[in-house]
């Protein structure tokens, strides 16, 4: 259906182009070099961090989206990804895209990463601290909403600079009329297949899904939140895409949430 494949196409990343790196701002350079290990302070509405995912059985990140802060309280991480935003995603090592590959060989051959800009309309994702899934919500242009978007995936770690996480493959995709379904259970699949997930941790990840799947059923928080009708600061500008968008922050057992 059109407006799942343009959710997954958009979850794909962003589409190919020329990017112009760096301009980071010294504050924010500053920040993402403060030492780590010290609880990482609250962001304000308007900040600007990265939103990144290492790549499965490595440590190296390979997905990164600057996104600017909506809300950083106790019970949630809200941010917005802007139309335009220049963003890092992977590819194979020959610039195929990732899902151009079939699937039989798209998590064995070599990878690379890849430049671009977000397309189409924006997104905002939405972390409730130490779940396994993320929430992120997709609109059509003219913020007609299309529906929210389940990603199962390690609970977000903070670091001075943003957050990193690694996804888990199996998605949820709930519409507004509360119906909802897997995605991507192929890749899943595939992904074990692959060696890059060994059967206790797909079970742990099912076991994440139909826990969300809960929350979908009892419509709990984001979903009961009118989250759909929420619109971007018009003052906010796109984040850049620092040149150091690969940093690595710490090792991942010291960076959690405070
Ligand atoms: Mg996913």
Known sequence: MAD???????????????????GTAEAACAARHRPVGAAVPR???????????????????????????VQD???LLAVWMAPGTPCVKPVLADGTPVHAEPLTSRYTKPRAV???????????????????WSVWLFW?????????????????????????????????????????RWLDE????????AGLMDPAKARA???AGREAVETILAWEKPF????PEWRPDPRWTIPALPDDWDHTPAPRSSHQSP
């Open 114 to 132: 890849r430049r671009g800009r977000w397309t189409g309309a924006g997104m905002v994702k939405l972390a409730q601290p130490g779940r396994p």
């Open 140 to 180: 059509e242009p003219g913020w007609r909403f299309k529906n929210w978007y389940v990603n199962l995936e390690e609970p977000l770690a903070r670091w001075p600079g943003g957050v990193d996480s690694e996804d888990h493959f199996l998605d949820i995709s709930v519409r507004p009329d509360r119906s909802w």
């Open 205 to 207: 990840v099912r076991r």
């Open 73 to 75: 309280t106790d019970d």
């Open 43 to 69: 962001w304000a509405p308007g900040d600007h961090i990265l939103w990144r995912y290492r790549e499965n059985g490595g440590a190296r990140i390979h997905i990164c989206r600057p996104v600017t802060v």
């Open 186 to 193: 192929d890749e899943f699949a595939a992904a074990q297949r």
């Open 224 to 227: 009961s939140d009118d989250w």
């Open 4 to 22: 799942e494949s343009a959710t997954r196409a958009a979850h794909r990343g962003p589409a190919d182009g020329p990017t112009t790196p760096g």
